[in-house]
Protein backbone atom coordinates (compact mmCIF):
# COMPACT_ATOMS: atom_id res chain seq x y z
CA UNK A 1 0.00 0.00 0.00
CA UNK A 2 0.70 3.50 -0.62
CA UNK A 3 2.66 5.46 2.04
CA UNK A 4 2.27 8.54 3.15
CA UNK A 5 5.10 10.01 5.80
CA UNK A 6 3.99 12.13 8.70
CA UNK A 7 5.67 13.77 11.27
CA UNK A 8 4.37 15.65 14.52
CA UNK A 9 5.72 18.15 16.48
CA UNK A 10 4.75 18.60 20.00
CA UNK A 11 4.57 15.24 21.63
CA UNK A 12 2.52 16.49 25.13
CA UNK A 13 -1.07 15.14 25.67
CA UNK A 14 -2.72 15.56 22.14
CA UNK A 15 0.69 14.95 20.55
CA UNK A 16 0.66 11.58 22.12
CA UNK A 17 -2.78 11.04 21.64
CA UNK A 18 -2.35 11.21 17.58
CA UNK A 19 0.80 9.02 18.11
CA UNK A 20 -1.10 6.51 19.59
CA UNK A 21 -3.74 6.54 16.80
CA UNK A 22 -1.69 6.38 14.13
CA UNK A 23 0.24 3.28 16.00
CA UNK A 24 -2.05 1.50 17.16
CA UNK A 25 -4.74 2.06 14.68
CA UNK A 26 -3.13 2.47 11.21
CA UNK A 27 -5.20 -0.27 9.71
CA UNK A 28 -7.94 2.31 10.18
CA UNK A 29 -6.77 4.91 9.02
CA UNK A 30 -4.99 3.57 6.05
CA UNK A 31 -8.67 2.40 5.52
CA UNK A 32 -9.58 5.64 5.20
CA UNK A 33 -6.52 6.95 3.36
CA UNK A 34 -6.26 4.41 0.96
CA UNK A 35 -2.74 4.65 2.08
CA UNK A 36 -0.70 3.87 5.22
CA UNK A 37 -0.12 6.89 7.26
CA UNK A 38 3.95 6.71 8.22
CA UNK A 39 4.84 8.26 11.93
CA UNK A 40 8.50 9.07 10.63
CA UNK A 41 9.45 11.92 13.44
CA UNK A 42 7.98 12.77 16.53
CA UNK A 43 9.63 16.11 17.49
CA UNK A 44 10.25 16.50 21.38
CA UNK A 45 12.28 19.39 23.70
CA UNK A 46 11.77 16.51 26.50
CA UNK A 47 13.15 13.28 25.70
CA UNK A 48 12.78 11.65 29.04
CA UNK A 49 9.27 12.28 30.24
CA UNK A 50 6.91 9.29 30.42
CA UNK A 51 4.47 8.78 27.44
CA UNK A 52 1.29 6.58 27.47
CA UNK A 53 2.69 5.56 24.43
CA UNK A 54 5.55 3.40 23.21
CA UNK A 55 7.59 5.30 19.55
CA UNK A 56 9.48 2.81 17.36
CA UNK A 57 13.23 3.40 17.71
CA UNK A 58 14.11 6.17 15.73
CA UNK A 59 11.07 8.43 15.53
CA UNK A 60 11.84 10.67 18.81
CA UNK A 61 13.56 13.68 18.28
CA UNK A 62 14.75 16.54 19.95
CA UNK A 63 15.93 18.45 16.56
CA UNK A 64 12.86 19.91 14.27
CA UNK A 65 15.19 20.27 11.64
CA UNK A 66 15.16 16.20 11.33
CA UNK A 67 11.76 17.12 10.33
CA UNK A 68 11.95 20.12 7.99
CA UNK A 69 15.28 18.97 6.13
CA UNK A 70 13.31 15.55 5.24
CA UNK A 71 11.96 15.91 1.73
CA UNK A 72 10.04 12.71 2.53
CA UNK A 73 7.59 14.07 5.13
CA UNK A 74 4.37 15.36 3.60
CA UNK A 75 2.43 16.08 6.43
CA UNK A 76 3.02 17.82 9.78
CA UNK A 77 0.87 17.68 13.03
CA UNK A 78 1.85 20.62 14.58
CA UNK A 79 0.78 20.46 18.35
CA UNK A 80 2.64 22.94 20.25
CA UNK A 81 0.59 26.40 21.88
CA UNK A 82 1.85 29.80 21.66
CA UNK A 83 2.37 31.99 19.29
CA UNK A 84 6.34 32.01 18.73
CA UNK A 85 8.79 30.49 17.84
CA UNK A 86 5.40 28.34 17.06
CA UNK A 87 4.81 31.01 14.07
CA UNK A 88 8.38 31.19 12.72
CA UNK A 89 7.97 27.31 12.60
CA UNK A 90 4.62 26.94 10.84
CA UNK A 91 6.47 29.13 7.85
CA UNK A 92 9.34 27.14 8.11
CA UNK A 93 7.48 24.02 7.28
CA UNK A 94 5.53 25.50 4.70
CA UNK A 95 8.79 27.04 2.99
CA UNK A 96 9.99 23.71 3.26
CA UNK A 97 7.11 21.73 1.21
CA UNK A 98 4.86 20.74 4.05
CA UNK A 99 1.41 20.69 4.87
CA UNK A 100 0.47 21.37 8.10
CA UNK A 101 -2.10 19.95 10.94
CA UNK A 102 -2.78 22.33 13.77
CA UNK A 103 -4.65 22.56 16.80
CA UNK A 104 -3.32 26.11 17.91
CA UNK A 105 -6.25 28.54 17.83
CA UNK A 106 -4.35 31.06 19.12
CA UNK A 107 -2.01 31.13 16.46
CA UNK A 108 -4.76 31.41 13.76
CA UNK A 109 -6.88 33.56 15.15
CA UNK A 110 -3.49 36.23 15.66
CA UNK A 111 -1.50 35.31 12.68
CA UNK A 112 -4.34 33.65 10.07
CA UNK A 113 -4.09 35.85 6.96
CA UNK A 114 0.10 35.45 7.27
CA UNK A 115 0.03 32.01 7.38
CA UNK A 116 -2.31 31.42 5.13
CA UNK A 117 -1.27 33.66 2.57
CA UNK A 118 2.28 32.02 2.47
CA UNK A 119 0.51 28.78 1.85
CA UNK A 120 -1.70 29.34 -0.27
CA UNK A 121 1.63 31.43 -2.19
CA UNK A 122 3.17 28.09 -1.81
CA UNK A 123 0.87 25.27 -2.81
CA UNK A 124 0.56 24.09 0.51
CA UNK A 125 -2.44 23.85 2.60
CA UNK A 126 -3.07 23.90 6.46
CA UNK A 127 -5.88 22.12 8.19
CA UNK A 128 -7.54 23.05 11.70
CA UNK A 129 -10.10 21.22 12.69
CA UNK A 130 -8.77 20.57 16.36
CA UNK A 131 -8.44 24.34 17.10
CA UNK A 132 -11.88 24.80 17.62
CA UNK A 133 -14.07 22.85 19.64
CA UNK A 134 -11.66 19.60 20.06
CA UNK A 135 -13.35 16.71 18.57
CA UNK A 136 -16.71 18.39 17.12
CA UNK A 137 -16.09 18.59 13.65
CA UNK A 138 -17.53 22.16 13.24
CA UNK A 139 -15.01 23.27 10.85
CA UNK A 140 -15.87 20.59 8.19
CA UNK A 141 -19.30 21.18 8.94
CA UNK A 142 -19.94 24.85 8.73
CA UNK A 143 -16.99 24.70 5.38
CA UNK A 144 -18.03 21.98 3.55
CA UNK A 145 -21.08 20.46 4.75
CA UNK A 146 -23.14 23.37 5.56
CA UNK A 147 -22.20 24.85 2.36
CA UNK A 148 -25.19 25.49 0.38
CA UNK A 149 -26.70 27.64 3.54
CA UNK A 150 -26.16 30.98 4.44
CA UNK A 151 -25.26 30.92 7.99
CA UNK A 152 -27.57 32.98 9.85
CA UNK A 153 -26.47 32.96 12.96
CA UNK A 154 -24.21 30.11 15.42
CA UNK A 155 -23.94 30.49 19.34
CA UNK A 156 -21.91 27.94 21.59
CA UNK A 157 -20.09 26.83 24.46
CA UNK A 158 -16.49 26.89 23.08
CA UNK A 159 -14.12 26.20 26.71
CA UNK A 160 -14.54 23.59 28.40
CA UNK A 161 -12.98 24.48 31.08
CA UNK A 162 -15.41 27.48 32.16
CA UNK A 163 -18.36 25.02 31.43
CA UNK A 164 -17.11 22.86 34.18
CA UNK A 165 -16.56 25.80 36.37
CA UNK A 166 -19.92 26.83 35.91
CA UNK A 167 -21.97 23.48 36.25
CA UNK A 168 -20.07 22.91 39.63
CA UNK A 169 -21.58 26.12 40.78
CA UNK A 170 -24.93 25.20 39.62
CA UNK A 171 -25.21 21.49 40.56
CA UNK A 172 -23.13 21.79 44.15
CA UNK A 173 -23.64 25.44 44.86
CA UNK A 174 -19.96 25.62 45.13
CA UNK A 175 -17.82 29.19 44.91
CA UNK A 176 -15.99 30.21 41.74
CA UNK A 177 -12.47 29.90 43.46
CA UNK A 178 -13.76 26.37 44.47
CA UNK A 179 -14.73 25.16 41.42
CA UNK A 180 -11.75 26.72 39.94
CA UNK A 181 -9.37 24.69 42.25
CA UNK A 182 -11.31 21.15 41.78
CA UNK A 183 -11.21 22.32 37.43
CA UNK A 184 -7.35 22.37 37.64
CA UNK A 185 -7.11 19.09 40.18
CA UNK A 186 -8.87 17.12 37.59
CA UNK A 187 -6.82 18.70 34.34
CA UNK A 188 -9.37 20.66 32.99
CA UNK A 189 -8.14 23.85 33.78
CA UNK A 190 -4.57 25.55 33.25
CA UNK A 191 -2.36 26.28 36.61
CA UNK A 192 -2.94 30.10 34.75
CA UNK A 193 -6.41 29.52 33.91
CA UNK A 194 -6.69 33.46 32.81
CA UNK A 195 -7.41 32.94 28.85
CA UNK A 196 -10.02 30.70 29.01
CA UNK A 197 -11.76 32.14 32.58
CA UNK A 198 -11.74 36.02 30.86
CA UNK A 199 -13.17 35.04 27.76
CA UNK A 200 -10.02 35.40 25.23
CA UNK A 201 -9.70 31.19 24.16
CA UNK A 202 -13.60 31.27 23.60
CA UNK A 203 -13.31 34.89 21.69
CA UNK A 204 -10.33 33.75 19.65
CA UNK A 205 -12.52 30.23 18.17
CA UNK A 206 -15.57 32.63 17.74
CA UNK A 207 -13.34 34.64 15.61
CA UNK A 208 -12.12 31.49 13.57
CA UNK A 209 -16.16 30.54 13.53
CA UNK A 210 -16.95 33.55 12.20
CA UNK A 211 -14.38 33.74 9.76
CA UNK A 212 -15.74 30.58 8.35
CA UNK A 213 -19.16 31.12 8.37
CA UNK A 214 -19.81 34.75 7.67
CA UNK A 215 -17.25 35.75 5.91
CA UNK A 216 -16.21 38.35 9.02
CA UNK A 217 -12.64 39.99 9.20
CA UNK A 218 -12.38 40.52 12.83
CA UNK A 219 -9.33 40.51 15.19
CA UNK A 220 -9.81 38.53 18.39
CA UNK A 221 -9.30 40.93 20.65
CA UNK A 222 -11.78 43.73 19.14
CA UNK A 223 -14.62 40.79 20.01
CA UNK A 224 -16.53 42.23 23.13
CA UNK A 225 -16.23 39.87 25.62
CA UNK A 226 -16.52 39.26 29.30
CA UNK A 227 -15.55 35.79 31.43
CA UNK A 228 -17.17 34.18 34.40
CA UNK A 229 -14.15 35.11 36.82
CA UNK A 230 -16.51 37.40 38.62
CA UNK A 231 -19.93 35.38 38.69
CA UNK A 232 -21.09 34.37 42.14
CA UNK A 233 -23.22 31.84 43.58
CA UNK A 234 -25.76 34.35 44.41
CA UNK A 235 -26.50 34.87 40.88
CA UNK A 236 -26.55 31.33 40.17
CA UNK A 237 -28.92 30.34 42.60
CA UNK A 238 -31.16 33.71 41.49
CA UNK A 239 -30.97 31.90 37.99
CA UNK A 240 -31.78 28.30 38.67
CA UNK A 241 -34.82 30.18 41.25
CA UNK A 242 -36.02 32.22 37.54
CA UNK A 243 -35.04 28.77 35.52
CA UNK A 244 -32.27 29.38 33.94
CA UNK A 245 -29.08 28.11 33.95
CA UNK A 246 -25.66 30.40 33.21
CA UNK A 247 -23.38 29.59 30.27
CA UNK A 248 -20.17 31.61 29.17
CA UNK A 249 -21.81 31.88 25.39
CA UNK A 250 -20.27 32.71 22.03
CA UNK A 251 -22.40 34.78 19.87
CA UNK A 252 -22.42 35.19 16.37
CA UNK A 253 -26.07 36.93 14.61
CA UNK A 254 -25.82 37.86 11.08
CA UNK A 255 -28.36 41.31 10.36
CA UNK A 256 -28.09 41.98 6.80
CA UNK A 257 -24.60 42.81 6.54
CA UNK A 258 -23.66 43.39 9.74
CA UNK A 259 -22.90 40.84 12.33
CA UNK A 260 -23.17 40.58 15.88
CA UNK A 261 -20.32 38.95 18.07
CA UNK A 262 -19.98 38.95 21.33
CA UNK A 263 -18.38 36.66 24.29
CA UNK A 264 -20.68 36.78 27.82
CA UNK A 265 -21.90 35.52 30.60
CA UNK A 266 -25.98 34.43 29.42
CA UNK A 267 -28.93 33.06 31.03
CA UNK A 268 -30.18 30.16 29.34
CA UNK A 269 -33.54 29.22 29.81
CA UNK A 270 -33.66 25.41 31.03
CA UNK A 271 -34.40 23.04 28.66
CA UNK A 272 -33.11 24.72 25.89
CA UNK A 273 -30.05 22.57 24.66
CA UNK A 274 -27.11 24.70 25.16
CA UNK A 275 -28.82 24.69 28.92
CA UNK A 276 -28.40 21.13 29.37
CA UNK A 277 -24.42 20.86 28.13
CA UNK A 278 -22.87 20.09 31.62
CA UNK A 279 -19.30 19.61 32.78
CA UNK A 280 -16.50 19.94 29.92
CA UNK A 281 -18.46 19.75 27.46
CA UNK A 282 -18.99 22.12 24.06
CA UNK A 283 -22.24 22.86 22.08
CA UNK A 284 -22.30 24.97 18.88
CA UNK A 285 -26.00 25.12 17.58
CA UNK A 286 -26.20 26.74 13.88
CA UNK A 287 -28.96 28.13 11.92
CA UNK A 288 -28.95 27.95 8.49
CA UNK A 289 -31.31 29.63 5.68
CA UNK A 290 -31.99 25.58 4.64
CA UNK A 291 -31.14 23.57 6.85
CA UNK A 292 -32.70 25.53 10.03
CA UNK A 293 -31.01 24.63 13.60
CA UNK A 294 -28.34 22.16 13.98
CA UNK A 295 -26.60 21.19 17.40
CA UNK A 296 -23.00 20.18 17.53
CA UNK A 297 -22.42 18.64 21.16
CA UNK A 298 -19.29 16.48 22.62
CA UNK A 299 -15.86 16.61 24.06
CA UNK A 300 -14.35 20.23 23.29
CA UNK A 301 -11.15 19.16 24.72
CA UNK A 302 -8.79 16.35 26.14
CA UNK A 303 -6.65 13.56 24.58
CA UNK A 304 -7.76 11.55 22.46
CA UNK A 305 -10.80 13.82 21.41
CA UNK A 306 -8.51 16.31 19.48
CA UNK A 307 -6.27 14.03 18.46
CA UNK A 308 -9.79 12.35 16.68
CA UNK A 309 -9.44 15.81 14.90
CA UNK A 310 -5.74 16.03 14.25
CA UNK A 311 -5.57 12.66 12.83
CA UNK A 312 -8.48 13.12 10.81
CA UNK A 313 -7.23 16.62 9.16
CA UNK A 314 -3.97 14.25 8.67
CA UNK A 315 -6.18 11.86 6.35
CA UNK A 316 -7.75 14.55 4.57
CA UNK A 317 -4.61 16.19 3.56
CA UNK A 318 -2.95 12.93 2.84
CA UNK A 319 -5.31 12.40 1.04
CA UNK A 320 -5.50 15.64 -1.23
CA UNK A 321 -9.48 16.71 0.49
CA UNK A 322 -7.59 19.32 2.33
CA UNK A 323 -5.69 21.48 -0.48
CA UNK A 324 -9.07 21.30 -2.52
CA UNK A 325 -10.97 22.91 0.02
CA UNK A 326 -7.70 24.85 1.35
CA UNK A 327 -8.10 26.99 -2.10
CA UNK A 328 -11.30 26.65 -2.34
CA UNK A 329 -12.40 28.39 0.26
CA UNK A 330 -9.37 31.44 0.29
CA UNK A 331 -9.76 31.41 3.97
CA UNK A 332 -8.15 34.70 5.26
CA UNK A 333 -7.33 35.79 1.44
CA UNK A 334 -7.24 39.29 0.21
CA UNK A 335 -10.90 39.57 -0.74
CA UNK A 336 -13.41 41.86 0.83
CA UNK A 337 -14.82 41.21 3.81
CA UNK A 338 -18.73 39.57 3.27
CA UNK A 339 -19.83 41.40 6.42
CA UNK A 340 -18.39 43.86 8.85
CA UNK A 341 -19.43 43.71 12.57
CA UNK A 342 -22.13 45.41 14.53
CA UNK A 343 -21.96 47.84 16.07
CA UNK A 344 -22.03 46.40 19.65
CA UNK A 345 -24.32 49.15 21.42
CA UNK A 346 -27.02 48.14 19.09
CA UNK A 347 -27.10 44.94 20.03
CA UNK A 348 -30.31 43.73 21.31
CA UNK A 349 -31.71 40.83 23.54
CA UNK A 350 -33.34 40.56 27.23
CA UNK A 351 -30.82 41.42 30.13
CA UNK A 352 -30.34 40.43 33.70
CA UNK A 353 -29.53 42.96 35.84
CA UNK A 354 -28.17 42.75 39.97
CA UNK A 355 -28.34 45.73 42.35
CA UNK A 356 -27.31 45.55 45.52
CA UNK A 357 -29.26 48.64 47.71
CA UNK A 358 -30.27 49.54 50.50
CA UNK A 359 -34.04 48.63 51.45
CA UNK A 360 -35.69 51.93 51.40
CA UNK A 361 -39.26 53.18 50.06
CA UNK A 362 -38.04 54.47 46.50
CA UNK A 363 -35.39 52.30 45.71
CA UNK A 364 -37.11 50.33 43.42
CA UNK A 365 -38.77 53.18 41.53
CA UNK A 366 -36.15 55.41 41.15
CA UNK A 367 -34.24 52.19 39.61
CA UNK A 368 -36.85 51.81 37.35
CA UNK A 369 -37.63 55.51 36.42
CA UNK A 370 -33.73 55.39 35.25
CA UNK A 371 -34.44 52.26 33.00
CA UNK A 372 -37.58 54.01 31.78
CA UNK A 373 -35.40 56.73 30.47
CA UNK A 374 -33.39 54.61 28.86
CA UNK A 375 -36.23 52.99 26.71
CA UNK A 376 -35.95 49.82 29.16
CA UNK A 377 -39.29 47.71 30.35
CA UNK A 378 -39.15 45.80 33.07
CA UNK A 379 -40.11 42.07 32.77
CA UNK A 380 -40.00 40.80 36.27
CA UNK A 381 -38.41 42.18 40.00
CA UNK A 382 -37.01 39.69 42.60
CA UNK A 383 -36.09 41.30 46.05
CA UNK A 384 -35.59 38.53 48.89
CA UNK A 385 -37.70 39.58 51.88
CA UNK A 386 -36.13 41.29 55.14
CA UNK A 387 -36.27 41.74 58.86
CA UNK A 388 -35.45 45.75 59.12
CA UNK A 389 -35.32 48.97 57.00
CA UNK A 390 -32.29 49.88 55.69
CA UNK A 391 -30.43 46.61 55.23
CA UNK A 392 -28.75 46.07 52.20
CA UNK A 393 -30.65 43.07 49.23
CA UNK A 394 -30.02 42.69 46.14
CA UNK A 395 -32.66 43.48 43.40
CA UNK A 396 -32.70 41.44 40.57
CA UNK A 397 -34.49 42.77 37.46
CA UNK A 398 -35.01 40.85 34.21
CA UNK A 399 -35.65 43.43 30.82
CA UNK A 400 -38.06 43.01 28.35
CA UNK A 401 -36.04 43.07 24.91
CA UNK A 402 -33.95 46.09 25.03
CA UNK A 403 -30.20 47.08 23.50
CA UNK A 404 -26.45 46.90 25.05
CA UNK A 405 -25.71 50.24 24.85
CA UNK A 406 -29.10 50.94 26.71
CA UNK A 407 -28.92 48.72 29.61
CA UNK A 408 -24.94 50.36 29.96
CA UNK A 409 -26.24 53.72 30.17
CA UNK A 410 -28.77 53.06 32.65
CA UNK A 411 -25.94 50.88 34.92
CA UNK A 412 -23.67 53.82 35.11
CA UNK A 413 -26.66 56.04 36.08
CA UNK A 414 -28.27 53.68 38.67
CA UNK A 415 -24.37 52.82 40.22
CA UNK A 416 -24.58 56.42 40.92
CA UNK A 417 -27.94 56.42 43.28
CA UNK A 418 -27.34 56.86 46.64
CA UNK A 419 -28.64 53.55 47.95
CA UNK A 420 -26.61 51.47 45.67
CA UNK A 421 -23.59 49.30 47.00
CA UNK A 422 -21.15 48.26 44.43
CA UNK A 423 -21.74 47.67 40.81
CA UNK A 424 -24.41 46.60 39.08
CA UNK A 425 -24.63 42.74 37.57
CA UNK A 426 -25.84 42.71 34.08
CA UNK A 427 -25.73 39.66 32.04
CA UNK A 428 -27.02 38.44 28.76
CA UNK A 429 -31.27 36.36 28.60
CA UNK A 430 -31.81 34.22 26.35
CA UNK A 431 -35.44 32.43 25.93
Not at 107 to 132: K, N, T
Not at 314 to 327: E, Q, S
Request: proline share 4%; with cysteine; charged share 25%.
Amino acid sequence: MEKTKVAIIGVGTVGQGVAKLLLDHGDRTARHAGRTLWLEKAVDRDLTRPRVCDLPKGVLTDNIEEVINNPEIEVVALLIGGLEPERTIMLRLLESGKNVVTANKALLAEHGPELFDRARELGRSIAFEASVAGGIPIIANISQCLSANQIESLDGILNGTTNFILSKMHEEGVAYADALKEAQRLGYAEADPTLDVNGSDTAQKLAILAHLAFGARVYWKDIPRVGIDNIEVADVRYALEMGYRIKLLAVAQLDKDTLELHVSPTLLRRGLPLSDVSGPFNAIRVVGDAVGPVLFFGQGAGQMPTASAVVADLIDTAVGRTAITFHTLELWSNRKARVTPRDFAKADGRFYLRTNVEDHPGVLAQIASILGQHNISIASVLQPEVDKDGEIVPLIVMTHLTTEGATRKAIAEIDKLPSVRGKTVRMWVRD
